[in-house]
């Protein structure tokens, strides 16, 4: 499967964004997908998951009750809503998949990513 992030852009402190990861390929409906960020000077984190039939989501606690994961099978993609940015939600935020039944909040599980779409949040 192929994956394409988009969404990113420049906001100010307290505002909102939607990410989008948009897939390729006729099982998208199999894959569990998740968000991670990389900083600049830092290591990629876990954002958030999702199962592959949606039942399922998980976030890491920085991002928890502001960011909401979400997806449609129907058109191949899993949302990201991002509220209440802060500057420290500032990185390229990729997009993962793996074909499974659960999912996990580990980088190194995912078999897929996307390219990456820069988020920059001013104070």
């Known amino acids: 499967v192929q994956l394409q992030a988009s969404g990113g852009g420049l906001v100010q402190a307290g505002g909102s964004l939607r990410l989008s990861c948009a897939a390729s390929g006729h099982t998208f409906s199999s894959y569990a997908v998740g968000w991670f960020r990389q900083a600049p000077g830092k290591e990629r984190e876990f954002v958030a998951a999702i199962s592959r039939s949606g039942s399922n989501t998980y976030y890491a606690d920085s991002v928890k009750g502001r960011f909401t994961i979400s997806r449609d099978n129907t058109k191949n993609t899993v949302y990201l809503q991002m509220n209440s940015l802060k500057p420290e939600d500032t990185a390229v935020y990729y997009c993962?998949?793996?074909?499974?039944?659960?999912?996990?909040?580990?980088?190194?599980?995912?078999?897929?990513w996307g390219q990456g779409t820069q988020v920059t949040v001013s104070s």
């Open positions: 993962a998949a793996r074909s499974s039944v659960v999912v996990k909040s580990t980088n190194s599980w995912y078999d897929y």
